[in-house]
């Protein structure tokens, strides 16, 4: 088992926001879905995915010498990119990445064994039995590579680390199912409630994910919420009550996240070489007041809520 392989896309440290405590959080490639406000769309796909970023290129053109499938051209439609990548004829040779004398170009994804992962988790152990914490596997989904996700859950029970598995709950696979059943927390994403609207939304319907979270209610798995509020996506009168209506009479519900819109990714995108879906929105189309108002709504039924992870 130990040399097991997955697609890690990062691995972060020290961080709060991911389960209680200090947390190590492992964040692994490929996702059932395609939210429109995705924050990780590194973790979209499978494979590793090359990384460009126009702000190190000096444009030397060194990579467009040694491109072997000639993927790369200075001639970019948008002057700041600098360059234009054809990723259809890109090969992932990495060349480009060697040859760059300025780190413009490098990766979104490594292959790494269970065995690699685990040595770098236990370094933290001291934070995580000091604060309560331990650590965390996010993605792109973690039942998407579920006997990588497995194995870690496994290696990191025989050291007595606590694990959180952040899902959108989209798996109907037995492995996939046993990912959520063997981490000790489930950080569940609830994106919308009508399944038409989901669909829309995320590119899949929610009738999988809401049967799941119902299903780990009832087994008594220890359960936070998180719920993304999107301006003019699900932040409608109807949803919000929806929502409240689904999750105040789950028992183990420990408490929910409200997680604004936030335009962090918009910088990915661009390095994936790829439009962002919701370009067209502002970084002020939602007020601190809004997300305060629909905090207290949930907390008026009995859900401790909370403002962000």
Same mark, same amino acid.
């Given at each position: 088992? #130990?040399?097991?392989?997955?697609?890690?896309?990062?691995?972060?440290?020290?961080?709060?926001?991911?389960?209680?405590?200090?947390?190590?959080? %492992?964040?692994?490639?490929?996702?059932?879905?395609? +939210?429109?406000?995705?924050?990780?769309?590194?973790? #979209?796909?499978?494979?590793? !995915?090359?990384?460009?970023?126009?702000?190190?290129?000096?444009? +030397?053109?060194?990579?467009?010498?040694?491109?072997?499938?000639?993927?790369?051209?200075? *001639?970019?439609?948008?002057? $700041? #990119?600098?360059?234009?990548?054809?990723?259809?004829?890109?090969?992932?040779?990495?060349?480009?990445?060697?040859?760059?004398?300025?780190?413009?170009?490098?990766?979104?994804?490594?292959?790494?064994?269970?065995? $690699?992962?685990?040595?770098?988790?236990?370094?933290?152990?001291?934070?995580?039995?000091?604060?309560?914490?331990?650590?965390?596997?996010?993605?792109?989904?973690?039942?998407? #590579?579920?006997?990588?996700?497995?194995?870690?859950?496994? !290696?990191?029970?025989? *050291?007595?680390?606590?694990?959180?598995?952040?899902?959108?709950?989209?798996?109907?696979?037995?492995?996939?199912?046993?990912?959520?059943?063997?981490?000790?927390?489930?950080?569940?994403?609830?994106?919308?409630?009508?399944?038409?609207?989901?669909?829309? *939304?995320?590119? %899949?319907? *929610?009738?999988?994910?809401?049967?799941?979270?119902?299903?780990?209610?009832?087994?008594?798995?220890?359960?936070?919420?998180?719920?993304?509020?999107?301006?003019?996506?699900?932040?409608?009168?109807?949803?919000?009550?929806?929502? =409240?209506?689904?999750? $105040?009479?789950?028992?183990?519900?420990?408490?929910?996240?409200? =997680?604004?819109?936030?335009?962090?990714?918009?910088?990915?995108?661009?390095?994936?070489?790829?439009?962002?879906?919701?370009?067209?929105?502002?970084?002020?189309?939602?007020?601190?007041?809004?997300?305060?108002?629909?905090?207290?709504?949930? $907390?008026?039924?009995?859900?401790?809520?909370?403002?962000?992870?």
């Amino acid at each position: 088992m #130990q040399d097991l392989t997955g697609v890690v896309f990062d691995i972060v440290h020290s961080s709060f926001v991911d389960g209680p405590g200090v947390r190590t959080t %492992v964040f692994l490639k490929g996702c059932p879905l395609r +939210c429109l406000w995705c924050c990780n769309p590194e973790g #979209q796909k499978f494979d590793p !995915e090359l990384k460009f970023i126009a702000a190190n290129c000096n444009s +030397c053109g060194k990579c467009t010498e040694i491109c072997p499938a000639g993927a790369i051209s200075l *001639n970019a439609a948008e002057p $700041e #990119q600098k360059l234009a990548v054809d990723r259809n004829l890109c090969t992932m040779c990495g060349k480009c990445v060697d040859a760059c004398p300025e780190n413009a170009f490098g990766y979104f994804g490594k292959r790494m064994t269970v065995e $690699e992962v685990m040595k770098i988790l236990i370094r933290d152990q001291t934070y995580y039995s000091r604060s309560g914490g331990g650590v965390t596997i996010g993605g792109g989904e973690a039942t998407a #590579q579920p006997d990588f996700a497995l194995a870690l859950i496994r !290696e990191c029970r025989e *050291n007595y680390i606590h694990t959180a598995v952040d899902t959108c709950g989209y798996t109907t696979t037995e492995k996939g199912l046993a990912v959520l059943e063997e981490a000790d927390l489930l950080l569940f994403d609830v994106k919308g409630i009508d399944p038409l609207a989901h669909k829309k *939304n995320t590119g %899949v319907s *929610n009738e999988i994910i809401l049967e799941n979270l119902r299903r780990f209610n009832d087994s008594g798995k220890p359960i936070i919420i998180r719920y993304p509020f999107i301006p003019g996506y699900n932040d409608s009168e109807e949803n919000v009550e929806a929502t =409240i209506a689904l999750l $105040e009479n789950m028992k183990s519900i420990e408490r929910v996240d409200i =997680i604004g819109y936030h335009e962090y990714s918009k910088i990915k995108y661009r390095e994936l070489g790829r439009p962002y879906p919701l370009a067209h929105m502002g970084k002020n189309t939602l007020t601190e007041e809004t997300l305060e108002a629909v905090k207290l709504r949930f $907390e008026q039924h009995g859900l401790h809520t909370q403002l962000g992870g």
